[in-house]
């Protein structure tokens, strides 16, 4: 009998977090977002004026953060999510952050967990393990819908650019690079709305727990 863990990795904007909320609804399962974590340190880190290199800051940040701690708005910009990428190629900071999140997913009812390396490190023995990708022009014109309904001032270019450096920082880093797991099933979403994905999703994950 083994725990129901869910694990789903993806780039940014790739729908990954909404289809995490929406499988852990469906099982209630919790869900733990990892890259809000990365983003608490990077956040806490420029808080304390200091650089997203400095090593020893974030993992001291990285030691002090609560496994479940609150979100906040401030943790959803695109800004903290390209300090985020800097701070996780820290080996210290994932090496900090590992025990929680291995924590959360060893619940005994199970959880559903997503980020860039849940599959790959965090929980390589998950029974439903799912990678979700799409176009990056796709994943670009989402965050610019997203976005243009708040910013008249956001620029599709300038989204698609971001996203472009993101997947390749995540992609080329030494440790836990975006890479899917050996065992992961693919879900490419470039031409599903959220509810077609997310019904792709659930045929999976059913398949496999
Ligand atoms: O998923 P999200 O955009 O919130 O992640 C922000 C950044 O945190 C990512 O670009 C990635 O560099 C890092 N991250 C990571 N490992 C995770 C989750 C996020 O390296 N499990």
Redesign the pocket.
């Given at each position: 009998n083994i725990a129901p863990v869910i694990a789903i990795?993806g780039p940014?904007a790739s729908g990954?977090?909404t289809l995490a909320r929406r499988l852990a609804a469906h099982y209630g399962l919790p869900w733990l977002?990892?890259?809000?974590?990365?983003?608490a340190v990077a956040v806490g880190v420029l808080n304390h004026g200091a650089a997203l290199d400095d090593e020893p800051v974030a993992v001291a940040i990285a030691r002090g953060l609560p496994a479940d701690f609150a979100d906040n708005p401030a943790l959803r910009t695109g800004e903290a999510?390209a300090a985020?990428?800097r701070v996780?190629?820290l080996p210290g900071v994932?090496a900090a952050l590992l025990d929680a999140q291995r924590a959360f997913a060893a619940r005994p009812g199970g959880a559903v967990l997503?980020?860039?390396?849940?599959g790959t490190v965090?929980c390589p023995d998950a029974p439903a393990k799912l990678f979700v990708t799409a176009s990056a022009e796709a994943r670009a014109d989402r965050r610019y819908r997203e976005l243009a309904a708040r910013d008249p001032a956001a620029s599709y270019d300038r989204i698609l650019a971001d996203i472009r450096k993101?997947d390749a920082?995540?992609a080329s880093r030494a440790v836990?690079p975006?890479v899917p797991a050996a065992d992961a099933v693919l879900l490419d979403t470039t031409s599903l709305d959220i509810d077609g994905a997310f019904a792709s999703a659930l045929a999976i994950v059913q398949r496999l727990l």
């Open positions: 990795d940014a990954k977090g977002d990892t890259g809000l974590l990365y983003r999510g985020a990428s996780a190629a994932r997503d980020g860039r390396d849940i965090i993101r920082d995540d836990a975006l």
